[in-house]
């Protein structure tokens, strides 16, 4: 344990990474090797990034090859890492030039947590790889993976239990990242002059994305959409970046795209979809890379109404809720008040031709409003669930009809004991005393129907808030923001 190199950190500090390291090393793997290699690594990474090293250098550099503590559960070393790291620390200590010409340059440009995340997402190809298309990585990774198991001609992944149950919002974007990420590295393939900025801006916006779209869900982002706009927002940067970065003739097939876009969510007179318009339709439909800043510049407006659109349905979303909430703090208190005194809050009638009438039996009793809510509720259980054919569906990540159909329930519980104290206080016209308890009870189903004369205004409302989100499915945006088919503009 005495005999490792320590260059250039102290003693101190390197003795403690040994004590890590040790008890992780595989078969045919030296601590002097890992060590005199790592501090190699350290020291091009702090080149790369032209200031001193630094211990958080030498922690990245094991981490990247799988040796130092690494904070995710369940976490497994490929086989195939294994030995490639065997192969390429082996006399690390006597000379380490073949390890530091194998490492890419952008992976030791990362963040540390950001390799975090990457080595959490199991890419370790594209990690440890500069030629190693996207496609070609989750590929190799299922093929070489001891996880993996073969079907006929195909190759099936085993899922992680972290992957199941994940909303298909947050699904479809880790789809578009790895998109947008294919598009980056054929970029960075196809031309070795583009900017390291924008190329890392790129990365680190897509990484930002994939670590919200695999966050857990906590009630306190799901709230405040914090995932949400994380996810989207970063996937525009990403975006923009990317089209910035395009070549100038794959540029020009851009035009489309982008036109589509930006005419799903700005309105006619909107002056940037205009000159973008104007751009396009003088070059033949060809995105020019004269007019590459008008479509940035259209783009990041198209994308800014997109967020505010999905804003705007979360605030919506969060009003019911809290509408929902209301209503079953009133539905409780007025089952315990029943509960408690159920004189005071009776539901029973006494009509003096015949006998006395309540919820059950002839006498006040405390589960009298309980009884009513419950049936009152199934009434508007009922009535939801025909209204919900008005709702359109939505791809959004806020369940906006079944929020509504949650609202509905505690509302009919409400009208049911409130509609029944109304026509007991004679204050709906034309209504006398109820006669036995099956009219009690028809009633109460009736009232608890009668709350959808209420939450229809709400359902009309989400309906215009989801018309108001623009999606590839829907039409186009006219001058007064009402929809419009392509084929009118």
Known sequence: MDDFPTAPFDANFSRNLALLVEPRLSAGESLQDVLAGCFALAQERALL?????????????????????????????????????????????????????????????????????????????????????????HLAMELSSPESIREGDGVHSVRSKSDEGRPSWRERALARIGEL????????????????????????????????????????????????????????????????????????????????????????????????????????????????????????????????????????????LLAIAGMLIIAAALAIWGIISPSTLALCFDDPKTNPACPVGTEPQSVDVAIVEVVGLAGAALIGTLALRRIQG???????????????????????????????????????????TGQIIAWAVLLGISQEVFTRMIDQRAQAVLDNVRTASKAFVDEKGSAVSAAQL
Not at 408 to 434: E, H, M, Q
């Open 49 to 137: 990034q032209d200031r001193p090293v630094l211990p958080v250098d030498a922690e990245f550099s094991l981490s990247l090859w799988c040796w130092y503590p690494l904070k995710q559960e369940g976490f497994s070393v490929p086989q195939w890492v294994t030995e490639m790291r065997r192969d390429l620390f082996k006399d690390a200590a006597l000379d380490s030039t073949k390890l530091v010409e194998a490492t890419p340059d952008r992976t030791l440009e990362l963040t540390y947590d950001q390799l975090q995340m990457e080595l959490s997402n199991g890419e370790f190809r594209r990690l440890l790889f500069d030629d190693v298309p996207q496609a070609e990585v």
């Open 394 to 436: 939505t791809t959004l990540p806020y369940s906006i009809p079944g929020t509504l159909l949650l609202l509905k329930l505690p509302a009919g519980a409400v009208c049911a004991v409130v509609g029944l104290l109304l026509i007991r206080g004679n204050v709906i016209p034309g209504l006398s005393d109820l006669d036995n």
């Open 181 to 320: 990420r294919f598009q980056l590295n054929k970029l960075e393939r196809g031309n070795g002059k583009l900017g390291k900025g924008e190329m890392a801006a790129a990365r680190e916006h897509l990484l930002n994305a994939e670590h919200a779209a695999r966050n857990k869900p906590r009630w306190k982002a799901s709230w405040y959409g914090s995932d949400v706009d994380r996810v989207y927002s970063n996937l525009h940067k990403a975006e923009i970046e990317i089209l910035r970065l395009t070549p100038d003739d794959d540029l020009r097939w851009q035009g489309p795209a982008v036109l589509a876009e930006v005419k799903h969510h700005l309105g006619i007179q909107d002056p940037r979809r205009q000159a973008l318009e104007r751009e396009l339709m003088s070059s033949d439909g060809k995105l020019l890379p004269d007019f590459r800043e008008a479509a940035v510049t259209a783009l990041q407006a198209a994308n800014g109404a997109e967020e505010i659109e999905r804003a705007k349905v979360r605030s919506f979303r969060n009003c019911v």
